[in-house]
T-cell receptor
Framework: NAGVTQTPKFQVLKTGQSMTLQCAQD?????MYWYRQDPGMGLRLIYY???????DKGEVPNGYNVSRLNKREFSLRLESAAPSQTSVYFC???????????????FGPGTRLTVT | QKEVEQDPGPLSVPEGAIVSLNCTYS??????FMWYRQYSRKGPELLMY????GNKEDGRFTAQVDKSSKYISLFIRDSQPSDSATYLC??????????????FGRGTSLIVHP
């Protein structure tokens, strides 16, 4: 039971390049999230997916797109990377409440992205 | 003013000390309160969560919620160097009362020195 996994762990991009960050969870969670974490700013929600087939914007969605590929996988794409997107990116997942699950989030190990 | 306020620290204490970490909030719809621990270069790890007011104890950790003051605390007894990490508070409403997505504090850096 790996929990939440993310690939890659590290990435360096040049301005204007594109890339996709991958996330997968094996906890049968319905909801998945992408955050970025910057010094002094805390965790900021980029996009989330309440259930398979749905995605919604969070606090800082500009410059990003997401795909909920299936129940397990949720990817984050940077179409044209900018230095302001240098950050640590975390994927998280949670249940959807009710008797058998809760909304509490479980995080992956993160992807450290540098855009030069 | 952010919905959740948390002093970034760093908070430096000697081994064995009792540590108190705190957050204040402004949204009265928050009903669930969580503490996450984040080691350097790792993802946040859920440490404790409580519902509504009161105390919850788990080993050396005690989470306390005072909804009347909109103030939550995490106490660590007999602190160890391995407790050195950033502690993030998080809180959320119920789906019927607002969003189930948590709002995070910015985290407090704790250093426990031997």
């Amino acid at each position: 039971n790996a929990g939440v996994t993310q690939t890659p762990k590290f990435q360096v991009l040049k301005t204007g390049q594109s890339m996709t960050l991958q996330c997968a969870q094996d906890m049968n969670h319905n909801s998945m999230y992408w955050y970025r974490q910057d010094p002094g700013m805390g965790l900021r929600l980029i996009y989330y997916s309440a259930s398979e087939g749905t995605t919604d914007k969070g606090e800082v969605p500009n410059g990003y797109n997401v795909s909920r590929l299936n129940k397990r996988e949720f990817s984050l794409r940077l179409e044209s990377a900018a230095p302001s997107q240098t950050s640590v990116y975390f994927c998280a997942s949670s249940g959807s409440g009710g008797r058998r699950s809760s909304y509490e989030q479980y995080f992956g190990p993160g992807t450290r992205l540098t855009v030069t | 003013q952010k919905e959740v306020e948390q002093d970034p620290g760093p908070l430096s204490v000697p081994e064995g000390a009792i540590v108190s970490l705190n957050c204040t909030y402004s949204n009265s719809a928050f009903q669930y309160f969580m503490w996450y621990r984040q080691y350097s270069r790792k993802g946040p790890e859920l440490l404790m969560y409580t519902y509504s007011s009161g105390n919850k104890e788990d080993g050396r950790f005690t989470a306390q919620v005072d909804k009347s003051s909109k103030y939550i605390s995490l106490f660590i007894r007999d602190s160890q160097p391995s407790d050195s990490a950033t502690y993030l508070c998080a809180m959320r409403a119920t789906p019927s009362g607002g969003s189930y997505i948590p709002t995070f504090g910015r985290g407090t850096s704790l250093i426990v020195h031997p």
